[in-house]
């Protein structure tokens, strides 16, 4: 539940129009949305099971009584704060009310500043509690699925979608960039679909040699061509009832986008080395981290597969674009790292709250989880690896911005940790000119890896 300005609804329910009135408005004065209402029933329409608010209620009412409307109120939401109006006859009956779980009770007459403050502490408490609800739901998710945390307007409209077209036919493609969770969009349209009992077959088109990648997903017949000694069962007919994710599918060569377009097209296939055709149950989620609907940015990709492939577009926002779901993410993250490291819990300081404010995050939820790791095993006040000072004041614009540059490829780099292939992609740089430029600069690649890594 992401932090906002929006005033917290409370719920006035009095019979006597002048006693709402007045209450109403020391409530709206305070910061409130008051929300006056005339009985009871008109209260339980309004309130639903994670109402974002408050319920004052007095207790002496026709019809339904303020007791009642209580009870009725905690069968829907045990955690919903009740604040109970009392003449002096009822304190008995309020105290009662307190043993059974109402917030408060108030006794008339009351100032409003009694009111305000006892509203004030109700609210704080359904604020905690809503948030607790919603990242304990949230860590209900496996911890793959967290890319699609996020309370922002997109991420909404994302995660919606996701359940609409979950358990239709339709191919889907997804754009995104680096790190930002496109594999975990393929993987919850399986989970969420009917198809969730049949395999999810991943292929990361990027990653296999052209010599390999055709064998890998259309199979082989023993002896269909030197070497294959027994028949291969290839990925796009071990997913057939399941979903088929081809990841980086602007990698894919193509002579393979011929034979792949066709597949799309009958739903069946022929593997090397027989003739005979197999017909498929065949769902694909296809993968880019560029926009495939501009030639420019297509290549040698095939405008034909390329609207084959177009029934449903998704694009999954880069962090920079969501900076309000920053601190959400970053908070599952550490806690995440606390619990996997067995490490106490770090302050988070005013430097690592800026850090999350300011930061663009190029590698995007990879990075941040990354991030939160290294908080977690106590390593975020250690200077980044080979890091370089901003250029000094009075320096030419020439200046400023080759110290931009270089502190943006050092960001990459880190984000990364010095893998080659991800940060030239994240920086949208050539190969030749990435290294050009950290030579330019003095870079040293090799500090950013915790390992081998491409050279």
């Known amino acids: 539940m992401s932090e906002t300005n929006e005033p917290m609804p409370v719920l006035f329910v009095d019979d006597e129009a002048h006693l709402r009135a007045a209450n109403a408005q020391t409530l709206e004065l305070a910061g409130f949305e008051a929300r006056p209402l005339p009985s009871a029933e008109a209260a339980l329409d309004a309130v639903s099971p994670d109402f974002p608010g408050v319920v004052v209620t007095d207790l002496r009412m026709p019809g339904m009584d303020g007791m009642a409307l209580f009870r009725r109120l905690k069968a829907l939401d045990p955690d919903l704060p009740v604040i109970l109006i009392t003449g002096h006859g009822d304190i008995e009956m309020a105290v009662a009310a307190l043993k059974e779980g109402a917030y408060d009770f108030i006794a008339k007459p009351f100032a409003g500043e009694r009111l305000v403050e006892s509203v004030r502490r109700a609210a704080e408490k359904r604020r905690l509690v809503l948030e607790n609800r919603h990242l304990r739901a949230e860590a209900g998710m496996a911890d793959g699925d967290v890319s699609m945390i996020g309370e922002t307007p997109v991420m909404h409209r994302l995660r919606r979608t996701l359940r609409q077209i979950a358990d239709t036919r339709v191919d889907v493609l997804v754009e995104g960039e680096t790190g930002s969770g496109k594999e975990v969009v393929a993987s919850l349209l399986h989970r969420w679909s009917a198809r969730r009992a049949h395999p999810f077959v991943a292929l990361n088109c990027g ?21 294959a000694q027994k028949r291969r069962v290839g990925r796009i007919e071990h997913s057939s009832g399941g979903t088929l994710f081809l990841d980086e599918i602007e990698s894919m060569p193509p002579a393979v986008q011929v034979k792949f377009l066709r597949v799309l097209e009958t739903r069946a296939i022929e593997p090397l080395g027989t003739n005979e055709t197999r017909r498929l149950d065949l769902r694909v989620v296809a993968a880019a981290k560029v926009d495939l609907g501009d030639p420019a940015a297509r290549g040698d990709f095939r405008e034909d597969l390329y609207y084959r492939l177009n029934v449903v577009t998704l694009r999954i926002p880069p962090l920079r674009e969501r900076r309000e779901d920053v601190p959400l993410l970053f908070r599952h993250f550490l806690a995440r790292a606390v619990r996997r490291f067995g490490a106490p819990m770090p302050e988070v300081t005013r430097e690592v709250r800026e ?74 740089l050539p190969r030749k000119t990435f290294y050009d430029k950290l030579q330019r600069h003095g870079i040293d690649r090799r500090s950013f890896t915790e390992g081998p890594a491409e050279g």
Do not use: C, K, M
């Open 207 to 227: 990653a296999l040699p052209e010599t390999v990648i055709e064998s890998e997903l259309f199979g082989h017949e023993a002896g269909a061509f030197t070497g």
């Open 355 to 428: 850090h999350l404010a300011r930061h663009d995050w190029p590698g995007n939820v990879r990075e941040l989880s990354h991030y939160a790791e290294r908080l977690a095993l106590g390593l975020d006040d250690a200077p980044l690896a080979d890091a370089a000072p901003p250029a000094p004041a009075g320096a030419s614009l020439s200046e400023r911005l080759e110290a931009f540059e270089a502190q943006a490829i050092r960001e990459a780099l880190s984000a990364h940790r010095g893998d080659v292939r991800r940060t030239i992609e994240a920086l949208g």
